[in-house]
């Protein structure tokens, strides 16, 4: 392989490699383009039915608000009742991974055994964390989005 070429070879990997590391920037800026150039073309058609450009930007960013706080609200309720739901199976899953646990730990040495029994008891608590973190969550949003 020649030196232009190995140059050429590892300039490209290089750059691949950064388009890699940056490539959530680069999503959110393509985003960013095209979401503007939708907005643009709404803008530019209210502007053509003789609406004050201004009034056209508002009454845009206005319609894209409704939209998305009318799709927050239907979907919402189903999101609360998929974590309730979840939240109620729970315990069950807790006493299934901690028959798994016990399991293990019959299986282990004893220096194991122990760590197998502290994870048991981290995963006891699982069931009340993800309770109290999520009816916060949910007492936060009641508090401060819905109303």
């Known amino acids: 392989m020649k030196f232009g070429k190995l140059v050429g070879l590892?300039?490209?990997?290089?750059?691949?490699?950064?388009?890699?590391?940056?490539?959530?920037?680069?999503?959110?800026?393509?985003?960013?383009?095209?979401?503007?150039?939708?907005?643009?073309?709404?803008?530019?058609?209210?502007?053509?039915?003789?609406?004050?450009?201004?009034?056209?930007?508002a009454l845009t960013l206005v319609a894209i608000l409704t939209t998305v706080v009318i799709?927050?609200?239907?979907?919402?309720?189903?999101?609360?009742?998929?974590i309730s739901q979840w939240l109620d199976q729970m315990p069950l899953e807790v006493?299934?991974?901690?028959?798994?646990?016990?399991?293990?730990?019959?299986?282990?040495?004893?220096?194991?055994?122990?760590?197998v029994q502290q994870l048991d008891m981290f995963i006891q608590d699982i069931p009340r964390i993800a309770r109290s973190l999520f009816a916060n969550l949910f007492a936060f949003l009641r508090a401060h989005c819905l109303y």
């Open 71 to 82: 799709v927050i609200a239907l979907l919402a309720p189903l999101f609360i009742d998929q």
């Open 10 to 57: 590892v300039s490209l990997l290089l750059g691949l490699y950064l388009l890699w590391q940056v490539r959530f920037i680069i999503l959110l800026a393509f985003t960013a383009i095209a979401f503007a150039t939708v907005l643009n073309r709404v803008v530019r058609r209210l502007v053509k039915w003789h609406i004050a450009r201004g009034i056209a930007i």
């Open 95 to 115: 006493a299934q991974v901690r028959g798994w646990l016990n399991a293990l730990a019959q299986r282990l040495p004893a220096e194991l055994s122990e760590q």
